[in-house]
C-alpha cells in the first residue's frame, strides 16, 4: 500500500502490458528507466530489482526484457509452466521415498562405479554410513 509499492505493481504491470513490442537483447534495466520512466537508484527500482532478481535468480542488467515479459506472462497463465496441485513436497515425497535420507552428516564419499545408481558414504553420528 506504499507509494514505491504501487508503483513497483505500475512497473510489472506496463511489463506485461508492453512485451509483445519489446525489442529482444534490450536489458530490463534499458526498459525500466526509459518506458516505464523509472529512476535509477530509486526506491521502486530497488523494489523492482529485489522482486524480479529473486523470481529469475539475476540482475535486472543481465535480464532480457522481452524474455521476462514472457516467462513472466507464461507462468502467469500457464502456458509454459505449472502450479503442482497440494504443492511441491508431495513431489518431493515421491522421489524420496525408499531412500535413506540423512541430513546435518559430512559426505567422506562419493562412489560412481556401482551398477545400480551412485552410493554415498557420509558420517553420522559418529560412524560411516
Known amino acids: 500500500n506504499t507509494p514505491e509499492g504501487k508503483d513497483v505493481l505500475r512497473v510489472i504491470g506496463q511489463m506485461r502490458t508492453d512485451w509483445a513490442s519489446m525489442q529482444p537483447n534490450t536489458p530490463f534495466t534499458e526498459w525500466m528507466f526509459k518506458h516505464a520512466k523509472v529512476t535509477p537508484g530509486s526506491a521502486t527500482h530497488k523494489l523492482v ?7 529469475w535468480s539475476t540482475t535486472l542488467h543481465l535480464m532480457d ?3 521476462a515479459a514472457r516467462e513472466d506472462d507464461e507462468w ?3 502456458t509454459d509452466n505449472f502450479i503442482l496441485p497440494g504443492g511441491f513436497p ?3 515425497d515421491y522421489l524420496k521415498a525408499g531412500l535413506d535420507i540423512r541430513t546435518s552428516c ?9 551398477p545400480n545408481g551412485v552410493r554415498v558414504s557420509c558420517q553420522y553420528k559418529g560412524s560411516t554410513h
Open 76 to 78: 502467469e497463465y500457464g
Open 90 to 92: 508431495q513431489l518431493i
Open 106 to 114: 559430512p559426505v567422506t564419499a562419493v562412489d560412481y562405479s556401482g
Open 49 to 55: 530489482e529485489a522482486y524480479l532478481a529473486r523470481t
Open 65 to 67: 526484457a522481452k524474455e
